[in-house]
């Protein structure tokens, strides 16, 4: 049976830790995108969403999957936003293309429990597992 995609928080240290399963490599993307503001907390989309991409080119892909991560923190630190959708476009070993549908964070209703200062490069991990793939990262708070 194939498993759904879903992530999970764990300790780690001083840090956090999140991870995520997927029956497919781009299918990492979503639980990821989720599990990033999980770890920030109850992060709730309010107002009209905007269009917003990325591209991003490397030779590694837990490299891309952490890079497009730091551009979603930065989307929320920076303007405040939350990605309401996403859909992968590609992700291969050298590229990943994601477009999404970005939404004002109603900071009224949002419960923001840790300030995310970084993705780390500690732990990073995105392999093939037996019914799909997993990905691990820590998160500097």
């Given at each position: 049976?194939?498993r ?6 764990f300790e780690?240290?001083?840090?956090l830790g999140v991870?995520v399963?997927?029956?497919t ?5 979503a639980?990821a995108t989720?599990?990033?503001y999980a770890?920030?907390?109850e992060?709730?989309a309010?107002?009209?969403a ?6 991003l080119?490397g030779d ?12 979603v923190?930065?989307l929320f630190?920076g303007a405040r936003?939350?990605l309401?959708r ?5 992700f291969t ?5 994601v ?14 429990v840790?300030?995310?200062k970084?993705?780390t ?11 799909g793939y997993e990905?691990?990262?820590?998160v500097d708070?």
């Amino acid at each position: 049976m194939a498993r759904l995609a879903h992530f999970e928080l764990f300790e780690h240290t001083a840090d956090l830790g999140v991870r995520v399963w997927a029956p497919t490599r781009a299918a990492l993307i979503a639980p990821a995108t989720e599990g990033l503001y999980a770890a920030i907390g109850e992060v709730v989309a309010g107002g009209a969403a905007a269009p917003w991409s990325v591209n991003l080119a490397g030779d590694e892909p837990a490299l891309l999957l952490r890079d497009y991560l730091a551009e979603v923190l930065h989307l929320f630190d920076g303007a405040r936003r939350r990605l309401a959708r996403v859909e992968v476009q590609q992700f291969t070993d050298e590229c990943l293309s994601v477009l999404g549908d970005a939404c004002p964070v109603d900071m009224g209703r949002s419960v923001l429990v840790r300030e995310i200062k970084a993705i780390t490069y500690h732990e990073l991990a995105l392999r093939r597992v037996a019914d799909g793939y997993e990905a691990t990262w820590i998160v500097d708070i």
